[in-house]
């Protein structure tokens, strides 16, 4: 039994259960306590600077995170070096092109940036890219290594000191500022330890080669789209909010503590995808397609019945999680957290899919895919908030005008009514794009692998209950 314990523990699906599980919950306290600790105008600017970073942050990475991750699982020592020295000079060449945009973008548009949500963004993103560009380089690597348990100790110390700070300031009381130089300082740290023990490969920066760096450039010219389509399908939906004059930073605020809660449900399918992709590039190098789909099948049909029982909880129960995370002043989105929940039993077979198609090298596809999905999600949200919010905001308020309300409270009615229509209707559009996504991506993936829609959820459910049953066996 011990012996089991300890391999279960040592086990690459735990540990990288366990990363993302242990980080999202320091996340998820760091979160709660920010909510608490400042007012909606500066939490939905927070939010914005957050959403804008993870956003360009798809951008640096999305060139080499995934090819790093699926050639390093085929390669011999030397060229692991050379791959990992491309790997750390694309990301610093990247990294210092997106500053120097971002710099001269705040200086020619200074006036207009600053009355808007995004003036933290622009003024301290470059710093920032520059201070977690080896933790951020370490994170790809220990990946492509199938390293999560340091992977684990770096991600703790990057969240934890972070959670650490707001700790104290629940009694300290500091400013936005403040938090953001705590911040900043914590990145620091992570991405130094990352560097003292070569997790991020800085001794190999010098080994990069023209053919390591020509490699990883072609795969990654479609990754990255996919990558950045990927966060747009989430964050646009942040992003039109927060440039709405209509909804403005406290739409922003409302729409985040539901999205918080989706990311979160979203733990273990990340866990998952994280060590299956490293073994599907590698039964796809080997040639053996017949195991990439059984790794598919498995993986998207178990997670969709695990999913089940905590999306059916969460749906039932929306109202009490909503106030958990967000205190009383958030239980008006609890409807956005329930259209969310259906979202989540999407997710992994969506996930699943783009997995698959990088791991037999099908980048393009999973590219069009993405793009195709993100596109759409966008062209649906400006509909949403620029058009159908006035729609609802003047219905309402012709409503409440003739329901005997006088013109200025049915005007603060109607707009705190319309903002919260808009924000469910921004959610269902994520939805509908994300079904039409997977129809998209299933194609393509069919036609390399000859999928069965059966053996999803038939190998799928063997899968779970042949975990149950092993576990059982055990005890």
């Keep these: 039994m011990n012996v089991l314990f300890k391999k279960l523990l040592s086990s690459n699906n735990f540990l990288s259960l366990a990363n993302n599980g242990l980080v999202a919950v320091f996340g998820f306290l760091s979160f709660i306590m920010l909510v608490r600790m400042l007012p909606q105008e500066s939490f939905g600017e927070w939010i914005l600077f957050i959403t804008a970073g993870n956003f360009i942050d798809m951008l640096r990475f999305g060139i080499t995170r995934t090819a790093i991750i699926r050639f390093l699982s085929g390669a011999d020592i030397e060229e692991s070096k050379r791959l990992i020295g491309s790997n750390n000079f694309i990301n610093l060449l990247s990294t210092i092109l997106i500053s120097a945009l971002l710099i001269l973008v705040y200086s020619l548009f200074k006036d207009s940036i600053n009355d ?14 520059f201070l977690s560009l080896p933790f951020n380089n370490a994170q790809s690597i220990l990946q492509a290594e199938m390293k999560f348990d340091k992977m684990l100790w770096l991600r703790t110390i990057n969240v934890g000191s972070f959670m650490i700070f707001l700790s104290l300031n629940l009694f300290m009381s500091y400013s936005i ?115 990439v789909k059984e790794i598919f099948y498995q ?105 005997g309300f006088s013109p200025d409270d049915a005007y603060r009615i109607a707009h705190g009514f319309s903002i919260i229509k808009t924000l469910e209707m921004v959610a269902v559009v994520t939805i509908i794009f994300t079904i039409v996504g997977i129809a998209v991506g299933y194609y393509y993936l069919d036609k390399d692998l000859k999928l069965n829609k059966k053996d999803i959820f038939v190998q799928g459910f063997a899968n779970i209950y042949g975990m149950i049953k092993s576990r059982r066996k055990t005890l």
């Design 116 to 129: 808007s949500g995004f003036t933290m963004f622009f003024v301290w993103y470059p710093l920032l890219a």
């Design 177 to 291: 500022n403040i938090i953001l130089y705590a911040y900043l300082f914590t990145n620091l740290l992570s991405s130094i330890i990352a560097s003292i023990f070569n997790w991020d490969g800085f001794r190999y920066s010098l080994m990069a080669t023209r053919v390591t760096n020509r490699l990883i450039l072609n795969f990654g010219k479609y990754t990255t789209g996919t990558l950045i389509g990927s966060n747009l399908l989430k964050s646009s939906d942040t992003f039109i909010l927060g440039l709405s004059p209509f909804v403005g930073t406290v739409g922003v605020a409302l729409y985040a503590i539901p999205l918080k809660l989706t990311e979160i449900i979203e733990i273990p399918l990340r866990s998952f995808t994280a060590t299956a992709f490293p073994k599907m590039s590698k039964a796809s190098i080997d040639k053996d397609l017949t195991k």
């Design 299 to 403: 993986n998207a049909g178990g997670m969709t019945f695990l999913m089940i029982p905590v999306m059916l909880f969460s749906f039932v129960f929306a109202e009490p999680i909503v106030y958990i995370l967000g205190g009383s002043d958030y239980v008006i989105t609890a409807n956005i957290f329930r259209i969310f929940c259906i979202y989540g039993l999407l997710l992994p077979i969506d996930r699943f899919i783009g997995v698959g198609l990088d791991s037999i090298n099908k980048p393009k596809q999973n590219f069009f895919k993405v793009i195709f999905m993100a596109s759409s999600n966008i062209i649906g949200d400006l509909i949403v908030v620029f058009g159908l919010s006035v729609l609802f905001k003047g219905t309402s308020w012709i409503v409440l005008l003739f329901n």
